[in-house]
Antibody, heavy 119, light 108 residues
Framework: EVQLVQSGAEVKRPGESLKISCEGS????????VAWVRQMPGKGLEWMGIIYPADYRTAYSPSFQGQVTISADKSLRTAYLQWSSLEASDTAIYYC????????????WGQGTLVTVSS | EIVLTQSPGTLSLSPGERATLSCRASRSVSSGYLAWYQQKPGQPPRLVIY???SRATGIPDRFRGSGSGTDFTLTISRLEPEDFAVYYCQQYGSSSWTFGQGTKVEIK
């Protein structure tokens, strides 16, 4: 069974750093890209960026370029999304999702990680 | 980047009725790389349609996707209680993927 299991909810202060994770199982991790998607409270989906774990190629939405870093460790079958300095506006649910190719839909999704940033 | 505009924002219908959701792109979506997702409260999105018209695994045939270029439609022929949710379109043909703002299909 294909699964993407994300790390648990986080509560952080503004200015703090954070790295959340997404572990894939039940499929060839290096054959699929992993995307990250933001959903702010009560709002829609926003595509943030993507990584190909086989060679660590990344692409970012212009809206998120320079704001977050996407990485992966293929030996751990895990993709990551990290911030160096969180802001209150980063409060959201973050989903990872896999896709077969750089022009493909997201056919399996993680359960989401809620990140709350508050002073 | 390609901007996707969905309409209507909310669709109020009864079970058994037909739902027609629209997704319009600011420029042509290459190779029909257009997907539709269903999201229910507290759950991640679920892929419904990809390639503009292909149903994802396990999706019943009452869901139909159509369109090309800049205009796409998701039709649910007869709404079942489990179909009431928010639906998002997504284009994945350019270097920066984008989603529409969503259409909520609610029970009338």
């Amino acid at each position: 069974e294909v699964q993407l299991v994300q790390s648990g909810a986080e509560v952080k202060r503004p200015g703090e750093s954070l790295k959340i994770s997404c572990e894939g199982s039940g499929y060839s991790f290096t054959s699929y890209w992993v995307a990250w998607v933001r959903q702010m409270p009560g709002k829609g989906l926003e595509w943030m960026g993507i990584i190909y774990p086989a060679d660590y190629r990344t692409a970012y939405s212009p809206s998120f370029q320079g704001q977050v870093t996407i990485s992966a460790d293929k030996s751990l079958r895990t993709a990551y999304l990290q911030w160096s300095s969180l802001e209150a506006s980063d409060t959201a649910i973050y989903y990872c999702a896999r896709q077969y190719g750089d022009s493909a839909p997201n056919d399996h999704w993680g359960q989401g990680t809620l990140v709350t940033v508050s002073s | 980047e390609i901007v996707l505009t969905q309409s209507p924002g909310t669709l109020s219908l009864s079970p058994g009725e037909r739902a027609t959701l629209s997704c319009r792109a600011s420029r042509s979506v290459s190779s029909g790389y257009l997907a539709w997702y269903q999201q229910k409260p507290g759950q991640p999105p679920r892929l419904v349609i990809y390639g503009a018209s292909s149903r994802a695994t396990g999706i019943p045939d009452r869901f139909r996707g159509s369109g090309s270029g800049t205009d796409f439609t998701l039709t649910i022929s007869r709404l079942e209680p489990e179909d009431f949710a928010v639906y998002y379109c997504q284009q994945y043909g350019s270097s920066s993927w984008t989603f529409g703002q969503g259409t909520k299909v609610e029970i009338k």
